[in-house]
């Protein structure tokens, strides 16, 4: 069947729920005016039905996304069998290892000796990879695995003050030189 076909089938199924829509309404229009009332009663049954309805979909979204969420908890941070790198900002440089592990899961765990900073990670083409917020007395944990080596680079994404900048990181992933 051709895309055409295809796209005509779909038009027309929706022209039809469309001109249903229509045709629902206007035949409703047929029945006695009603008092005032019960107008005020239907609406608001029909509004408490919606907002449950929406309600209960968002709370069913939100308990099936949770396992999906990118934030790690502690005890996967400190999972063996990966990297643990120490990552310190303060304004305005990130003190971190010049050279890091090609294919190898790296648990970033980022701190800020100052003031809130951002930690982004850039790829060797300048795309974001990862990012997480660097705290003072807070160490929050990003995961990533470099596949491609490079030079790599850290980013400020939060503004820290005149020389936010030239607040960067330049790091080799793999065996370049």
């Not at 469309?18 to 008092?35: D, G, M, N, Y």
């Not at 890091?100 to 850039?122: A, C, R, W």
Request: charged share 15%.
């Amino acid at each position: 069947m051709s895309n055409a076909i295809l796209l005509l089938i779909v038009f027309a199924i929706l022209s039809g729920i469309a001109i249903a829509v229509f045709l629902v309404v206007v035949l409703s229009t047929r029945k006695p005016p009603l008092e005032y009332e019960e107008y005020v009663k239907t609406g608001y049954a029909i509004r408490r039905r919606w907002f449950l309805g929406l309600l209960l979909s968002l709370i069913a979204i939100f308990i099936l996304m949770v396992p999906f969420f990118p934030y790690m908890t502690t005890s996967e941070a400190m999972a063996s069998g990966t990297l643990k790198v120490k990552v310190q900002t303060f304004q305005f440089a990130f003190l971190m290892p010049d050279q890091l592990p090609l294919n190898k899961k790296i648990i970033f765990e980022v701190t800020s000796m100052d003031v809130n900073h951002g930690f982004g990670l850039y790829d060797p083409q300048g795309g974001l990879i990862a990012q997480v917020q660097a705290m003072p007395d807070y160490t929050n944990y990003l995961a990533v695995t470099f596949t491609k080596p490079g030079k790599y680079r850290a980013h400020c994404m939060e503004y820290c003050g005149v020389g936010h900048h030239v607040m960067e990181k330049v790091f080799t992933v793999g065996d370049e030189k």
